[in-house]
């Protein structure tokens, strides 16, 4: 069964800074990577995300896969306060959205 | 754009009581899904529905009951409700299985 797992757990960064976060999975024959976002009370909601190997950018947003490491990581440029949330990957094996295997997430505070 | 509608908001039960969760989506969306959110755990999937009258179990099918009677509408029963799983039910539906999720508000389950 696959597992998911998030780094850190927690994270306060300043306003401005780059925000780092990191995910792995177990199942070396997943396709599909993505990363949620969740305001606090609020629905999770689609960021990011990514079939293949290498990265992808989206305004401040950017995405890094790395099949061969089992891992991929979310960077926020920039960092601002309304970026404060819990922060969720996923990961299908199948092509699309379907059967998505989360991880706990991190929870970001963004400190003015 | 469209909306999903969770109801109920919260959702009072006493341990063995069978409950029901309802879900709509405006969407036009053919997939729904439930997931289970814990504290401190990430999106567990319960039921996803490709269609109507389709249901397939995800990895914490046991314990639940699905319906998807009509397209815009998904509902999950709790066939006896324990007090371990106190938590916040999510709702959520795809264009089809390899398209982005939309997460409803979420119905927060309480076992007394």
Same mark, same amino acid.
């Given at each position: 069964?696959? !597992?998911?797992?998030? %780094?850190?757990? $927690?994270?306060i960064v300043p306003e401005g800074a780059m925000t780092s976060l990191n995910c792995t999975f177990s199942d070396s024959a997943s396709q599909y990577f993505a990363w949620y976002r969740q305001h606090s009370g609020?629905?999770? !909601?689609?960021?990011? %995300?990514?079939? $293949?190997?290498?990265?992808?950018?989206?305004?401040?947003?950017?995405?890094?896969?790395?099949?061969?490491?089992?891992?991929?990581?979310?960077?926020?440029?920039?960092?601002?306060?309304s970026d404060s949330a819990l922060y969720l990957c996923a990961v299908s094996h199948t092509g699309g959205a379907d059967r998505l295997t989360f991880g706990k997430g991190t929870q970001l505070i963004i400190q003015p | 754009?469209?909306?999903?509608?969770?109801?109920?908001?919260?959702?009072?039960?006493?341990?063995?009581?069978?409950?029901?969760?309802?879900?709509?989506?405006?969407?036009?969306?053919?997939?729904?899904?439930?997931?289970?959110?814990?504290?401190?755990?990430?999106?567990?999937?319960?039921?996803?529905?490709?269609?109507?009258?389709?249901?397939?179990k995800g990895d914490l099918s046991e314990?639940?009951?699905?319906?998807?009677?009509?397209?815009?509408?998904?509902?999950?029963?709790?066939t006896s409700a324990q007090k371990n799983e106190m938590a916040v039910f999510l709702c959520a539906s795809s264009m089809d299985r390899g398209d982005e999720q939309y997460f409803?508000?979420?119905?927060?389950?309480?076992v007394l």
């Open positions: 069964q696959q !597992k998911v797992q998030q %780094s850190p757990e $927690s994270l609020k629905a999770p !909601k689609a960021l990011m %995300s990514i079939f $293949s190997n290498g990265e992808k950018e989206e305004g401040r947003f950017t995405i890094h896969l790395n099949k061969a490491s089992l891992h991929f990581s979310l960077h926020i440029r920039d960092s601002q306060p | 754009g469209g909306i999903i509608t969770q109801t109920p908001k919260f959702l009072i039960g006493q341990e063995g009581q069978k409950l029901t969760l309802k879900c709509q989506q405006n969407f036009n969306h053919d997939t729904m899904y439930w997931y289970r959110q814990d504290s401190g755990k990430g999106l567990r999937l319960i039921y996803y529905s490709i269609t109507e009258n389709d249901l397939q314990g639940y009951d699905a319906s998807r009677e009509k397209k815009s509408s998904f509902s999950l029963t709790v409803g508000p979420g119905t927060r389950l309480t």
